[in-house]
């Protein structure tokens, strides 16, 4: 068990460009969560995956944004017309189960730096 | 909505002391984590509180929810410098999703 991986780790880019972070959970994990991270925040909920079914998107996850989960495994993460407001830590993590009894295991994050 | 508070929102000791850290959430806990996040990197999960008056322990560190969960404290024992980070907080609000809510985070710095 490797862990969760993201990549890439860091991402510059330049307003108007779309970009796409890729996320691995642990193996068998059913949940998969995204959460975006600004500095001196705490992470803040985007969305989260069951299997390859999306199951809830925040509010803040405007219609540029959009998640896939195809084969219930590795997960992406599509920022399209990036703006500069879209900086920040892309974050993401993975669970065994919903429920409050399962830990949620986070990625080493992606930073993306919109110019 | 639910919401996080933690206290304080920085700290700062010297190597060997012992220090709490506190999240207060606006409604009842049905999950309470607890992770440190070094800067720019990702959250490194420490553990999970579900029931009231619950506390669990991990080496030098300590975690408890009250009975009433809504309240939980982080405590450290003969701080190192390896402990330093950003201690964040965060809360399953429904206990059905999973979803994480967060506090805002606190900064420890542990001087040799």
């Known amino acids: 068990d490797t862990g969760v991986s993201q990549n890439p780790r860091h991402k510059i880019t330049k307003r108007g460009q779309n970009v796409t972070f890729r996320c691995d959970p642990i193996?068998?994990?059913?949940?998969l969560y995204w959460y975006r991270q600004t500095l001196g925040q705490g992470p803040e909920f985007l969305t989260y995956?069951?299997?390859?079914?999306?199951?809830?998107k925040s509010r803040l996850l405007s219609d540029r944004f959009s998640a896939e989960r195809p084969k219930g495994s590795f997960s992406t993460l599509e920022i399209q017309r990036t703006e500069q407001g879209d900086s920040a830590m892309y974050l993401c993590?993975?669970?065994?189960?919903?429920?409050?009894?399962?830990?949620?295991?986070f990625g080493p994050g992606t930073r993306l730096t919109v110019l | 909505s639910q919401e996080l508070e933690q206290s304080p929102q920085s700290l700062i000791v010297q190597e060997g002391k012992n220090l709490t850290i506190n999240c207060t959430s606006s409604?009842?806990?049905?999950?309470l984590y607890w992770y440190k996040q070094k800067y720019g990197e990702g959250l490194i999960f420490l553990m999970m509180?579900?029931?009231?008056?619950e506390e669990k322990s991990h080496e030098k560190i300590t975690a408890k929810l009250d009975e009433k969960k809504q309240q939980s404290s982080l405590h450290i024992t003969a701080s190192q410098p390896s402990h330093a980070g950003i201690y964040l907080c965060?809360?399953?609000?429904?206990?059905?999703?999973?979803?994480?809510?967060f506090g805002t985070g606190t900064l420890l710095a542990v001087q040799p």
């Open positions: 993590a993975s669970s065994l189960a919903g429920g409050a009894r399962y830990e949620q295991f």
């Open positions: 193996s068998e994990h059913n949940r």
């Open positions: 995956f069951q299997n390859e079914a999306q199951l809830e």
């Open positions: 409604k009842t806990l049905y999950g």
């Open positions: 509180l579900q029931k009231g008056g």
């Open positions: 965060g809360a399953d609000g429904s206990g059905a999703t999973n979803k994480l809510i």
